[in-house]
């Protein structure tokens, strides 16, 4: 057998020099940083991006929000301030939850993507992102989201990308201890049209089921259509804005007759998400056909949902009909009111849609 030295040869006899070592060392390395270290990150500094790493960024960013809501409504003081008033002349308040959950949320997505995806946010002014704080996410959740869509995945291109964020929805609900209707949201629209939403309720008790409803339209949602077979028993019930419940009453008497039953509650998010048929916790304890809005309503709202309901074949439109255009370089401002409903959701544009509200109004 022959014996070997230290002075550098190895077993088979070929001496191995250390500039060699560092030069395969360093390709090694560089090879790491390009490729990202794992499959587990996302492609930076490409101008693409796989709707598979938004679903799961999205997610987390949402319920890394509403944490921070569930934080801020057990302090004394919630830092409670006044935007203004609604176009219905409500009081538009703003929190340290509204803005904690902001920085939580857009900091969860820019750890991801840098500022190479188009985020809108409702509170943009909030600008104190301290990114050594947020958690970098993971681009993939494993089995949490392959249960729902499998293996699917596609790649879009960044600049086609819009990511709509609420970062506490029903904010005067949650001022008035009426958790049940507040909500985190994340939607990820491609080429204006909504693809994936996020919606968290923070203060659903975790382990439920539908503390985190998300879908990816033309591939699968974790929330299923409950009102299957009950669509004559809910048709003339519809859900609306609390803030102005009595206006849209009116309207919803005169299309759909006195026999018609209208529910006020808070939040697009959760309004949206009572159409699907679970139990509800809204007042009446009844399940909505539609959701009708007449008003100006911003889209960082109202696109999570929209998005799920695409996903159960459910639609969402202006009052006129006509689709909601989500990407970035349109108006955040939706001015044509909303109908929304898992089925038939045409008969209710056609009793809807003379009740559009000019703005101001």
């Given amino acids: 057998m022959p014996k070997f030295s230290d002075s550098g040869m190895s077993v088979y006899g070929v001496k191995i020099s250390p500039m060699g070592i560092a030069t ?22 490409s101008d693409t991006v796989s709707m598979r790493e938004l679903l799961s960024v999205a997610i987390q960013a949402a319920e890394a929000g509403g944490d921070k809501v569930n934080e801020v409504r057990n302090m004394d003081n919630i830092g409670q301030q006044s935007k203004g008033e609604t176009k ?37 002014d909030s600008h104190n992102l301290d990114m050594s704080s947020i958690k970098q996410p993971s681009y993939d959740l494993g089995s949490r989201i392959s249960a729902i869509i499998g293996s699917a995945d596609e790649v879009v291109r960044k600049e086609d990308v819009t990511i709509w964020v609420d970062p506490l929805d029903a904010t005067k609900e949650f001022t008035e201890r009426l958790l049940n209707y507040v909500t985190t949201m994340v939607c990820v629209a491609v080429k204006g049209k909504p693809v994936i939403g ?59 007759g006195e026999s018609s039953f209208v529910i006020g509650a808070g939040g697009a998010g959760y309004k949206a998400e009572e159409l699907f048929g679970y139990p509800s916790d809204n007042d009446a304890k009844r399940t909505p056909a539609a959701y009708v809005h007449t008003t100006l309503i911003k889209k960082w709202d109202i696109c999570a949902g929209d998005a799920i309901l695409r996903t159960l074949g459910g639609r969402q439109t202006k009052l006129n009909g006509e689709d909601i255009d989500y990407d970035h370089h349109g108006d955040p401002k939706n001015e044509g009111g909303l109908v929304a409903a898992l089925h038939n959701q045409e008969k209710y544009v056609q009793a809807f849609q003379s009740y559009v509200k000019p703005a101001g109004k």
């Fill in 24 to 45: 395969v060392v360093g390709v090694i390395c560089l090879l790491v940083f390009m490729t990202g270290g794992s499959s587990n990150s996302a492609k930076i500094e």
């Fill in 88 to 124: 219905e002349g409500v009081d538009d308040p703003l929190t340290l939850g509204d803005q904690y959950s902001h920085e939580e949320i857009v900091g969860t997505i820019k750890k991801a993507y840098g500022d190479s995806i188009f985020i809108f946010s409702e509170e943009k």
């Fill in 198 to 256: 996020v919606i968290h309720k923070p203060f659903k008790q975790a382990g439920d089921p539908l503390r985190t409803v998300f879908g990816w339209n033309g591939v699968g949602a974790n929330i299923q259509d409950k009102t299957i077979g009950r669509e004559a028993e809910i048709e003339n019930t519809i859900i609306v804005s609390r803030s102005h419940k009595g206006d849209v009453e009116e309207a919803v008497k005169a299309q759909l």
